[in-house]
């Protein structure tokens, strides 16, 4: 069966310094690979998303950034964080291809990042 | 352009009794609909979707949700609430003929009282 990681689980940072959050998906070829931001409990705000290594599509612009070095890793990343950046991160999967497009997603736990 | 509304913030309803969470969407194409639920500090779980058939779409932990085409809607139901089912419903869609990925609703909080 498949599984979706992510760490950490929270994380609290300064005002300025870099971040690096992980996703990786078990038990599934090529998925479709997504970075949600969360604020205040509500609405989902898709970030970003990744039909395959090293391809990255930015739904908005902002102070963060996306990786796909391997085919079931996921990374988001800033070079230097901003208090608007506070949030729970969701990373999430869909199977492969176009049709991922039209299928659920499965997400992971969460990274509850407080910039301070 | 599509979008989806969840026109509730909050949602109360006694255990045992029947329960809705309402969702509307707008697309131009044909909709791809889906209901998650999320718990405190936890990720989304996917509930049940709606792609194409019976407008009746059944799911997980008892959960079922009709599409209403003539209303554009995709409202949640229960038959009888559990004090469990308290959490964060989301709706999502996305458009069949939109590049697009899911746009999910602002989040209904649904609480029910023993």
């Known amino acids: 069966s498949q599984t979706i990681h992510q760490w950490p689980a929270t994380l609290v940072q300064p005002v300025g310094s870099p971040l690096s959050l992980e996703c990786t998906v078990e038990?599934?070829?090529?998925?479709?690979l997504y970075w949600y931001r969360q604020a205040a409990g509500r609405g989902l705000q898709l970030l970003f998303y990744s039909v395959g290594i090293g391809q990255i599509s930015s739904e908005v612009p902002q102070n963060l950034s996306a990786s796909r070095p391997q085919d079931r890793q996921f990374i988001l990343s800033s070079k230097k964080l901003l208090l608007s950046d506070s949030g729970f991160y969701l990373c999430a999967w869909s199977i492969p291809g176009l049709a991922g497009g039209y299928n659920e997603q499965f997400f992971g736990p969460g990274t509850r990042l407080t910039v301070l | 352009a599509q979008s989806v509304a969840q026109p509730e913030d909050q949602v109360n309803v006694a255990e045992g009794n029947p329960l809705t969470v309402k969702c509307t969407y707008s697309v131009s194409g044909n909709p791809y609909l889906f209901w998650y639920v999320q718990y405190p500090n936890r990720g989304l779980q996917f509930l049940l979707k709606y792609i194409t058939g019976d407008n009746l779409v059944k799911g997980s932990y008892g959960f079922e949700a009709e599409f209403n085409k003539s209303q554009t809607s995709f409202h949640l139901k229960k038959p009888s609430a559990l004090v469990s089912d308290s959490a964060l419903y989301f709706c999502a869609v996305r458009d069949s003929g939109s590049a697009r990925q899911l746009t999910f609703g602002s989040g209904t909080q649904l609480t029910v009282l023993p």
């Open positions: 038990g599934t070829s090529n998925p479709n």
